[in-house]
Nanobody, 128 residues
Framework: QVQLVESGGGLVQPGGSLRLSCVAS????????AGWFRQVPGKPREFIAA????????YYADSMKGRFTISRDNAKNTVYLQMNNLNPEDTAAYHC?????????????????????WGQGTQVTVSS
């Protein structure tokens, strides 16, 4: 089974930027869609963005559009999440995962139950 490892989190000041990486252990990752979610303790996992297998299709939660950008480099088995203009409400553990479906269906893309092989997460803390 593919294993995903996130990195790139840390402490950043409000207005700052971070780029998160999600590296997969198997090259089969290059043939599947992937997504980023975030979670605050005591709250459900929140969808951020998804990207199809070749990077030509992306989908964002409305609240994430404009500040967050998902991309991938299949030569590196990696999906990225560029986050700009961060604010304290963005503080969370950020996770990547593999989408189960071959179809590109926004209803399914935002559903965390439609993903598997979750990474352990990387913590992002936005604070002055």
């Amino acid at each position: 089974q593919v294993q995903l490892v996130e990195s790139g989190g840390g402490l950043v000041q409000p207005g700052g930027s971070l780029r998160l990486s999600c590296v997969a252990s198997e090259p089969t990752f290059t043939r599947v869609a992937a997504g980023w979610f975030r979670q605050v303790p005591g709250k459900p996992r929140e969808f951020i963005a998804a990207i199809n297998w070749n990077g030509q299709r992306t989908y964002y939660a409305d609240s994430m559009k404009g500040r967050f950008t998902i991309s991938r480099d299949n030569a590196k088995n990696t999906v990225y999440l560029q986050m700009n203009n961060l604010n304290p409400e963005d503080t969370a553990a950020y996770h990547c995962a593999i989408h189960r479906d071959s179809a590109w269906n926004p209803v399914r893309l935002v559903d965390n139950k439609a993903y598997h092989s979750w990474g352990q997460g990387t913590q992002v803390t936005v604070s002055s």
